[in-house]
């Protein structure tokens, strides 16, 4: 399929949700993430932030809602495991409703692995400053959900699996995890969203930025994992 049709298709099936008249799905949700952690949510995000520093991994897991609307941790998923354990929620919480999922960016150990960096002076503080520089340029901010990251929270909650949640942690900063939760959405998103889905344009990795459309989506929140005082929400 040639990109021209494929964006023929796209405005085709968005010409038929705007007809329809797109139904909202998620509107004004005053949930917030930082308020359903527990000190020990935030100890187990920790946990695998340094696991991904240690190992280079990428580590993940699902975001279960308690009885009590509290957040815990689902069974941890390891790299390439992650893609397929995150697309069935409800083996990771049994019974429990899943709020969406947490996964690390190991940003860090991926610069080490693939330079090789062993060379004297090449501290951490030094090559995440470096990296960090990089992500800047490209408009990123280390704990920021990539592209694809928000493609998934969108389609898991057109399919009713999950509430819409991204959570990223990074080696770059043991301190913050950054999370995206859908505020409001309509049908026309989610075919969109498919659209990308079926038809990717780019390489799909992590350091692909959300696209302009999939932000005002999204509500943004930083939790601090040491601290549970200085806990803010943001706004891009
Ligand atoms: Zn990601």
Redesign the pocket.
């Known amino acids: 399929m040639t990109t021209k049709e494929q964006k023929e298709i796209f405005e085709h099936q968005m010409l038929l949700a705007k007809e329809k008249g797109s139904k909202p799905i998620s509107q004004h949700s005053t949930y917030t993430i930082k308020d359903k952690t527990t000190p020990n949510l935030r100890k187990k995000f920790l946990e695998e932030i340094k696991k991904t520093k240690e190992t280079g991994k990428?580590r993940g897991f699902h975001l279960c809602i308690e009885k009590d609307g509290k957040l815990s941790a689902g069974n941890t998923c390891t790299g390439d495991e992650c893609g397929i354990s995150f697309q069935q929620p409800n083996l990771s919480c049994q019974e429990r409703k899943v709020q969406g999922n947490f996964?690390t960016?190991p940003y860090l150990a991926e610069v080490r692995k693939l330079y090789n960096i062993t060379f004297k002076g090449a501290s951490d503080k030094l090559l995440s400053a470096t990296v960090e520089s990089f992500l800047k340029e490209k408009g990123f901010t280390p704990t920021m959900?990539?592209h694809?990251?928000a493609i998934d929270a969108i389609l898991g909650k057109c399919a009713n699996k999950v509430k819409g949640t991204?959570c990223?942690g990074t080696d770059l900063d043991m301190n913050k995890v950054e999370c995206w939760t859908i505020k409001n959405m309509d049908d026309g998103d989610c075919i969109r969203a498919l659209m990308e889905k079926i038809t990717p344009k780019e390489e799909d990795g992590?350091q692909t930025l959300p696209h302009d459309w999939v932000r005002p989506l999204f509500d943004k929140e930083m939790i601090e994992l040491k601290s549970t005082k200085k806990n803010y929400k943001f706004y891009i």
């Open positions: 990428e996964h960016h959900p990539s694809k990251d991204t990223i992590y």
